[in-house]
């Protein structure tokens, strides 16, 4: 399952044209760290899974995929993913951070009364 993770973590890394280092800087880790969970040395945590999903902009539950060639992320179909800078990609995932906690927060809200 490690390998099967950190395969699709690399593949779909590589289609967006991110480095491990802006990966890193973003999940707030080292460098190392994201090449450990590409070649299956280390198990990814829950919380730096739904980091790297998220600038991803895909679902953590894609990185379970067996054949993730076939899975395209939304940011490609979006963007020109190539021609996204590491600002760029970082303003997306914060945005989306803050459009999913509102989200949560109206769910919330709405169970309450």
């Not at 990609?89 to 709405?110: H, P, Y």
């Amino acid at each position: 399952m490690t390998n099967k993770i950190g395969n699709n973590i690399r593949e779909f890394r590589t289609k967006l044209g991110i480095t491990q280092d802006e990966l890193a800087s973003f999940c707030s880790i080292k460098r190392s760290m994201i090449s450990y969970y590409e070649t299956g040395e280390r198990e990814v945590s829950l919380l730096h899974l739904d980091k790297i999903a998220e600038y991803m902009n895909i679902d953590m539950d894609v990185f379970l995929e067996e054949n993730p060639k076939d899975i395209k992320p939304d940011l490609a179909f979006a963007f020109r993913a190539n021609e996204l800078s590491a600002s760029d990609r970082d303003s997306i995932a914060s945005f989306k951070s803050i459009v999913k906690n509102f989200l949560k927060m109206k769910k919330i809200e709405a169970n309450g009364n």
